[in-house]
């Protein structure tokens, strides 16, 4: 069974930091793909961060030069270092993983975190 557990949310003021911390544990083959998604109230799921194995990244335009997506391949864990927080980056964070568990079809799923609360206050 695999498990994607995030922490590091909280209550920041407006131009503060966080960092949010994505683990992956359980019977896992590989990780292709780690990102961070948001939704605010009333609003849709949507991609902050993604970064692949090798370290490519991709990030929504909104957090661009704000945000840092990393990762540590051998512990399976995500990063994402937020600088120069907003109002409007309040919102429950959701790690996902694309990747292959150790099962004896080899198929590569979606996976989720529950999720981690990040409030800025103005």
């Known amino acids: 069974q695999v498990q994607l557990v995030e922490s590091g949310g909280g209550l920041v003021q407006a131009g503060g930091s966080l960092r949010l911390s994505c683990v992956a544990s359980?019977?896992?083959?590989?990780?292709?793909?780690m990102g961070w998604y948001r939704q605010a109230p009333g609003k849709q799921r949507e991609l902050v961060a993604s970064?692949?194995?090798?370290?490519?990244?991709n990030y929504a335009d909104s957090v661009k030069g704000r945000f840092t997506i990393s990762r540590d391949n051998a512990k399976n864990t995500a990063y994402l270092q937020m600088n120069s927080l907003k109002p409007e980056d309040t919102a429950v964070y959701y790690c996902?993983?694309?990747?292959?568990?150790?099962?004896?079809?080899?198929?590569?799923?979606?996976?989720w975190g529950q999720g981690t609360q990040v409030t800025v206050s103005s």
């Open positions: 996902n993983a694309f990747l292959r568990p150790i099962t004896t079809i080899p198929v590569h799923s979606n996976y």
């Open positions: 359980g019977r896992i083959f590989s990780i292709n793909l």
């Open positions: 970064i692949t194995s090798a370290g490519s990244t």
